[in-house]
């Protein structure tokens, strides 16, 4: 038996009944469809889902967003929080619109998070060719502006007749719940073939359940990674954002427990045990603690469970300083169960946690390390308690109505719920974040920091909230991160999507001033001033009222001037039904606590200015401290 669609009509038809399924829990795997309609998309996906709507309104929930750009987010964000099980798919029209989704395709492919991207394209037909927003490429007649999504995709098909959408969602389906190969999956979608119709057979619209596995470890490898850790005097485990989607924050707690080896996060794995339990140390690497730091350095074993080894996680290869130091690393992908020479266990993190467990049977740290661990957090603990609740030394040499950025996070932090979220991802905040705050939820911080793309934290946090709707969402953003794109405000009005913004101005770009004075540059085009007389941007401070801007919205915008009105509005927005704001401005001189650590960040080799110069001379000693990593993790290193 067929049934007559539009490849339209059939794509949302068949999205509506897939499902995705791991440990006998099973779920809607395409929970809705994000978009915004133009010529390229309204007449073929816009009336296939305006049909499905009126059918059933709950096959396939439309949402209308307000940048492109920002809808991917949103659904890179839900897919986080429901641990890669279910996720949006994003449509936009032909040119620009689709090309403004390339971003955000490349920040879920980054951080290994299943996006389905239905960007429209050109005539398949070429009927009329060049059409509105088609770039004609003089050497081939088969390239668009869509192909731009290539590089940034797990996958890739461009439907350019009927037959062959079966296949493309085949395949789209098997990657985006495949949890090595998952990240943004792109189909383009020909305008003219949006709306063309063909005979599809009945079997194709039957409901499919996709299992998501758990690869378990081989035994042989299992017993050597035993051996090897048996082995280690001064081991770290170094925690991922694969503990979280594998769900095994209580395998690791179990782990750790039993083998007393403490563990460290990355941004992404923040949160993989409590801030206080007894084998945390807390952040690991350029925006780590001092405590997690000074073990990484006199590490003999780093045992990396779902991590991807980022340059902030290692502090550019100096973060782990024994010549002889080995690496083990618990990860279902080989790509990256492979890195710094490590023995790969590639496996399900929660299984591979078991049975490394297992494996090891009594075996555990000396007294002396895990004595010397807990010391160490717990003087971090007193640098916390002290960003939080700065001295007057510090706070006395604040302008009136100034608070320190250490303060905002403190105060969140210390009135939110333990399952309350919160959701940054570029400037200065989320290395703030990753070493101060105290997460107490594994699901409580949700920092992007793979793409660390300015402009995600609204459209994330809409993401966040959609995906856990008990769960009060924090969105720390920044003036410059928020002037990059707020439109997903009037989204979060139109659905009551409750968000609480917290949006610290500091008149510039902090983040990259700090970096850009720490280099030798001066704090050059940094701050947020008007071109005086000479030239140059260093005079009064743009009048920008960022509070106004978000009222304009329809926001609800509290604005505080100190640390006891901040305090009540995060208790005002808590009671709150719907978005609201906060406005709080901060001192941006004023930064949180040393790492005690390094990122590589090339400083010129000549320059005539002489705070280059000796920020030349300085990152020519820390280069020094870097390491390959490349010895064997096995036999005599």
Known sequence: MTVRLTVAQALVRFLSVQYSERDGDRQRLIAGCLGIFGHGNVAGVGQALLQSELEDPKALPYILSRNEQAMVHTAAAFARTRDRLQTYACTASVGPGSTNMVTGAALATVNRLPVLILPSDVFATRVATPVLQELESFGAGDISVNDAFRPVSKYFDRIWRPEQLPSALMNAMRVLTDPVETGAVTLALPQDVQAESYDWPDELFAERTWHVSRPLPEASVVERAA???????????????????????????????????????????????????????????????????????????????????????????????????RFLNLNVARFDGGKHAGLPIVADAREALVSLGSALGSWSVGDQYTSRAQELARNWNGTVDATFNPPAEVTDKLAEGLLTQGEVIGAVNELSEPSDVVVCAAGSMPGELHKLWRTRDPKGYHVEYGYSCMGYEIAGGLGVRLAAPDRDVFVLVGDGSYLMMSSELATAVQENIKIIVVLVQNHGFASIGALSESLGSQRFGTAYRRRTGDGRLDGEQLPIDLAANMRSFGLEVIDVHSRPELEKAIRTAKAADGPIAIHVSTDPLIGGPDSESWWDVPVSEVSELQSTRAASAAYEESKKTQRPYLAPAEGDS
């Open 227 to 325: 051996e090897l850790l048996r082995s280690a005097e001064r081991p770290l485990i170094v925690a991922g954002g694969g503990v979280h989607y594998s769900g095994a924050e209580d395998a690791l707690r179990e782990f750790a427990e039993r083998t007393g080896i403490p563990v460290a996060e990355t941004q992404a794995g923040k949160g993989s045990l409590r801030f206080d339990h007894p084998r945390s140390v807390g952040a690991v690497g350029s925006t780590g603690t001092t405590a997690a730091n000074e073990l990484a350095r006199a590490a003999d074993v780093v045992i990396g469970i779902g991590t991807r080894y980022s340059d902030f996680t290692t502090a550019s290869r100096t973060a782990f300083q024994d010549p002889r130091v």
